[in-house]
DNA sequence: ACCTGAACACCGTTCAAGT
DNA sequence: ACCTGAACACCGTTCAAGT
């Protein structure tokens, strides 16, 4: 019936207590890493954080809030790496912007890719309004309106939403087989957009 | 520990246990697409199809055998669908044969997006080796190899699988926009496709 | 052959009790 | 303020008992 509570519940004061929070986390995301959702469990999560399972809800009101800071986290830094992209675009070509745009996401996903692509499932499946995401969209759909007289695309924001998951559907199709080249990587994403995009 | 076991634990031979066990499964289909994984029991799946608990496991050893049926019929279809436009497209030029493919994948998709979805994720996590998936992938490059002249990639079977990946994503995140217009979908992906592929 | 439902181990979440 | 762990409702799975 209800929605799932996704924010955090208390906000730690005391330094004990922020360390506290930040072992919860890294166990969660060493959890979610190694064996994706299926053994996500909280149990596992104060098990492996050497805490009591009261004290992850404290913190956090469901297991959900959990992957959810995970979400916000990784999102405020792929934002942080696209928005440092996305300047340096704006005195480029078209395709040197896109190829900034494209590595920024590259080498954020590829840092962790197992951990992204579960996060990513979950993001979607949770009614997040988060802000970061909000950012991101607004960068992408800068970038595509600056060159909008070369492309072909006339509802940028559609375009900006299918960009993100056509990126994130390569880097997650590449990683699955093992590859590890950004540049391969990298070229083959930007052919894919530049086809979509361009006039 | 061990693995999780996926594949069905007994035939039903008389009527009336095949029947129970389609009910079964359509009940899975029908969680699965509403609620997604978050509130996929084997609980609720028995009370929806009007049969005892014991029931499903007489013939499912395990709730991820009932995600796995269902992969395994939706390939089955999607191969059907594949197959045949793979053979039309063999007397087409490639950028009509490529649209043919994508029209095969964007029909079998947009019938029941949610719940293909779903069952997309599950099938990358679970050990599932479907015959099916193969011919699938083996129809696709197959169509690459005949037009491999004008392609730019050399190693077909990763950009048969690279294309899978974008053709999913585009119409995952069209479907996740609401949009229900198979042409206007058809035409980004055929776009996308080509720039990835062509020389 | 097929079906049932109580039983058991485990998971998500709460809360009274401690420091 | 912070932490603990027993307690409770529920879920996955089994199995003895029925037709």
């Given at each position: 019936?209800?929605?799932?509570?996704?924010?955090?519940?208390?906000?730690?004061?005391?330094?004990?207590?922020?360390?506290?929070?930040?072992?919860?986390?890294?166990?969660?995301?060493?959890?979610?890493?190694r064996d994706g959702?299926a053994r996500?469990?909280?149990?596992?999560?104060?098990?492996?954080?050497?805490?009591?399972?009261?004290?992850?809800?404290?913190?956090?009101?469901?297991?959900?809030?959990?992957?959810?800071?995970?979400?916000?986290?990784?999102?405020?830094?792929?934002?942080?790496?696209?928005?440092?992209?996305?300047?340096?675009?704006?005195?480029?070509?078209?395709?040197?912007?896109?190829?900034?745009?494209?590595?920024?996401?590259?080498?954020?996903?590829?840092?962790?890719?197992?951990?992204?692509?579960?996060?990513?499932?979950?993001?979607?499946?949770?009614?997040?309004?988060?802000?970061?995401?909000?950012?991101?969209?607004?960068?992408?759909?800068?970038?595509?309106?600056?060159?909008?007289?070369?492309?072909?695309?006339?509802?940028?924001?559609?375009?900006?939403?299918?960009?993100?998951?056509?990126?994130?559907?390569?880097?997650?199709?590449?990683?699955?087989?093992?590859?590890?080249?950004?540049?391969?990587?990298?070229?083959?994403?930007?052919?894919?957009?530049?086809?979509?995009?361009?006039?």
């Amino acid at each position: 019936m209800g929605a799932v509570a996704l924010s955090p519940r208390k906000r730690p004061v005391q330094p004990r207590a922020q360390a506290t929070v930040e072992v919860i986390l890294t166990a969660a995301a060493q959890l979610l890493e190694r064996d994706g959702l299926a053994r996500f469990t909280t149990n596992a999560v104060a098990a492996r954080a050497g805490v009591s399972i009261g004290s992850v809800y404290q913190y956090f009101p469901s297991k959900e809030a959990l992957t959810a800071v995970l979400i916000e986290r990784s999102l405020a830094e792929l934002e942080r790496s696209l928005t440092q992209a996305g300047n340096d675009a704006r005195r480029m070509p078209f395709e040197a912007g896109l190829r900034k745009l494209v590595r920024a996401a590259i080498q954020h996903q590829l840092a962790r890719p197992a951990l992204e692509r579960t996060l990513d499932f979950e993001e979607r499946r949770l009614p997040l309004a988060d802000a970061a995401a909000e950012r991101i969209q607004a960068t992408i759909v800068a970038f595509l309106k600056q060159h909008q007289g070369q492309l072909w695309v006339s509802n940028l924001s559609a375009a900006a939403h299918d960009m993100q998951a056509t990126m994130r559907a390569l880097i997650d199709a590449a990683a699955e087989r093992g590859e590890r080249s950004a540049d391969a990587i990298e070229q083959r994403i930007v052919r894919a957009l530049r086809g979509y995009l361009l006039r």
